[in-house]
């Protein structure tokens, strides 16, 4: 198996809530105080994953831009090749995209939801890949059927197509068919050697983990501030990135016996929320986000939360 790529690089993602009139202001101030990448996310129903990347680029000079996650069940992969392609021609080599199944319960609200999530995704990552590496290429699959799809223009600088996936089979199908695995949170050096071990890689391949992130020097203001965005980790459909974890029973059963979520995050011993979130002081961050490249990880996405989401990307620069 190989090693994922060696790069130590820390992001920040912007907030899909963020304020329109705040977006020109947060893309380039964190290129500014240096972060490496900038993420931004296409939620249902906030705002749409490859226009806010073209705004970003187009407003910032160095910074690479990631797109995370853009839903394979709602578009067609021709489409997809050549939005993103068309990104990497205006902005040589700074462009990622991520593609995942798209959630469950959105992709059902809009009748998108397949009948073979798996074998979806993997029909569109092949196929993106493809196309973007330039030539003339045919498709007969369940998903993607096409005939001699070919780029009129493809990218000198072919960007890297990232899986944004959870799950045994869904993270073995991103070793085999994606440049690159996106981790969404919570991201411990756990869950990543665990990812990892289903992955598999066996060429160089990316991976980027969200972390949730508060930096204060009150390590116990900082846990509080945290707290309320990793509320929704005690659903059960977050199990996965639990169950590696040394004190994944002791979870399991505070959250049974939590009525809601509100209460089981506030439950959470401090030492939970050290593990779950890149949190603390400066130095507590930088040993965190330390531990979680040594796991393996290339890319780690900082989270910022709170009312005030310019202030906390300024505090999240100190670790830089």
């Given at each position: 198996?190989?090693?994922?790529?060696?790069?130590?690089?820390?992001?920040?993602?912007?907030?899909?809530?963020?304020?329109?009139?705040?977006?020109?202001?947060?893309a380039q101030r964190a290129e500014t105080l240096g972060f490496d990448e900038l993420w931004v996310?296409?939620?249902?129903?906030?705002?749409?994953?490859?226009?806010?990347?073209?705004?970003?680029?187009?407003?910032?000079?160095?910074?690479?831009?990631?797109?995370?996650?853009?839903?394979?069940?709602?578009?067609?992969?021709?489409?997809?090749?050549?939005?993103?392609?068309?990104?990497?021609?205006?902005?040589?080599?700074?462009?990622?995209?991520?593609?995942?199944?798209?959630?469950?319960?959105?992709?059902?609200?809009?009748?998108?939801?397949?009948?073979?999530?798996?074998?979806?995704?993997?029909?569109?990552?092949?196929?993106?890949?493809?196309?973007?590496?330039?030539?003339?290429?045919?498709?007969?699959?369940?998903?993607?059927?096409?005939?001699?799809?070919?780029?009129?223009?493809?990218?000198?600088?072919?960007?890297?197509?990232?899986?944004?996936?959870?799950?045994?089979?869904?993270?073995?199908?991103?070793?085999?068919?994606?440049?690159?695995?996106?981790?969404?949170?919570?991201?411990?050096?756990?869950?990543?050697?665990?990812?990892?071990?289903?992955?598999?890689?066996?060429?160089?391949?990316?991976?980027?983990?969200?972390?949730?992130?508060?930096?204060?020097?009150?390590?116990?203001?900082?846990?509080?501030?945290?707290?309320?965005?990793?509320?929704?980790?005690?659903?059960?459909?977050?199990?996965?990135?639990?169950?590696?974890?040394?004190?994944?029973?002791?979870?399991?059963?505070?959250?049974?016996?939590?009525?809601?979520?509100?209460?089981?995050?506030?439950?959470?011993?401090?030492?939970?929320?050290?593990?779950?979130?890149?949190?603390?002081?400066?130095?507590?961050?930088?040993?965190?986000?330390?531990?979680?490249?040594?796991?393996?990880?290339?890319?780690?996405?900082?989270?910022?939360?709170?009312?005030?989401?310019?202030?906390?990307?300024?505090?999240?620069?100190?670790?830089?």
């Amino acid at each position: 198996m190989a090693a994922p790529t060696t790069e130590r690089a820390v992001g920040v993602m912007l907030p899909r809530d963020l304020p329109a009139h705040q977006f020109r202001t947060y893309a380039q101030r964190a290129e500014t105080l240096g972060f490496d990448e900038l993420w931004v996310v296409e939620d249902c129903f906030f705002r749409g994953g490859i226009a806010q990347a073209a705004a970003a680029l187009a407003m910032t000079e160095r910074i690479r831009l990631g797109i995370g996650i853009l839903p394979a069940a709602v578009r067609n992969a021709a489409f997809t090749a050549l939005e993103v392609s068309t990104l990497a021609e205006l902005f040589p080599g700074r462009v990622d995209v991520g593609i995942g199944h798209g959630m469950p319960g959105w992709m059902r609200q809009v009748g998108a939801w397949p009948a073979s999530p798996l074998t979806m995704l993997g029909e569109h990552l092949d196929a993106v890949r493809a196309v973007l590496r330039g030539g003339a290429h045919d498709a007969d699959g369940r998903y993607v059927t096409w005939s001699g799809v070919d780029l009129n223009t493809p990218p000198s600088s072919v960007p890297r197509v990232l899986a944004g996936v959870r799950g045994p089979k869904s993270l073995a199908l991103a070793g085999r068919s994606a440049d690159g695995t996106i981790l969404a949170e919570p991201v411990t050096p756990e869950y990543v050697a665990e990812a990892l071990r289903h992955i598999a890689p066996t060429r160089e391949h990316r991976i980027v983990a969200y972390c949730v992130a508060v930096v204060d020097d009150s390590p116990d203001a900082a846990r509080a501030a945290a707290r309320p965005a990793l509320e929704w980790i005690g659903d059960p459909d977050w199990d996965v990135h639990i169950a590696p974890l040394p004190f994944a029973d002791e979870f399991r059963a505070l959250r049974a016996t939590s009525g809601t979520r509100e209460a089981f995050a506030a439950a959470m011993p401090d030492a939970w929320v050290d593990q779950l979130a890149v949190v603390g002081s400066v130095d507590d961050a930088r040993a965190r986000i330390g531990q979680l490249h040594d796991a393996g990880v290339t890319t780690t996405v900082l989270m910022p939360v709170g009312v005030d989401p310019l202030a906390a990307l300024e505090n999240l620069a100190r670790v830089l």
